[in-house]
């Protein structure tokens, strides 16, 4: 059963640091685009960062660039969001997604986690 566990979630001030987690298992995901969803309340769901597992190449949304950096570690089929000077505004459920190459997250060999919320106190 595939699975992609979100974990790292919590309250930090304005300004404080996360690091969240996405463990993945139940296939190999090594040709896989790897990305982090968030979801604020009373908003869409909106693409935060991503990584190809492949080769390691990132794309990020301006919103966090800079401040956010996603990475991996082969060995324990993890990937990771590290958030720095995080805002308010940064206050949402993130989630972890899984994807091949060229396929939109939300099709039919997407894989999603369950989330984990973030809340960033002012």
């Known amino acids: 059963q595939v699975q992609l566990v979100e974990s790292g979630g919590g309250l930090v001030q304005a300004g404080g640091s996360l690091r969240l987690s996405c463990a993945a298992s139940?296939?190999?995901?090594?040709?896989?685009?790897m990305g982090w969803f968030r979801q604020a309340p009373g908003k869409e769901r909106e693409f935060v960062a991503q990584?190809?597992?492949?080769?390691?190449?990132?794309v990020y949304a301006n919103s966090v660039k800079s401040r956010f950096t996603i990475s991996r570690d082969n060995a324990k089929n993890t990937v990771y969001l590290q958030m720095n000077s995080l805002e308010p505004e940064d206050t949402a459920v993130y989630y972890c997604?899984?994807?091949?190459?060229?396929?939109?997250?939300?099709?039919?060999?997407?894989?999603w986690g369950k989330g984990t919320l973030v809340t960033v106190s002012s």
């Open positions: 139940g296939r190999t995901f090594s040709s896989y685009v």
């Open positions: 990584m190809s597992w492949s080769d390691g190449s990132t």
């Open positions: 997604a899984a994807t091949p190459p060229g396929s939109s997250y939300y099709g039919s060999m997407g894989y």
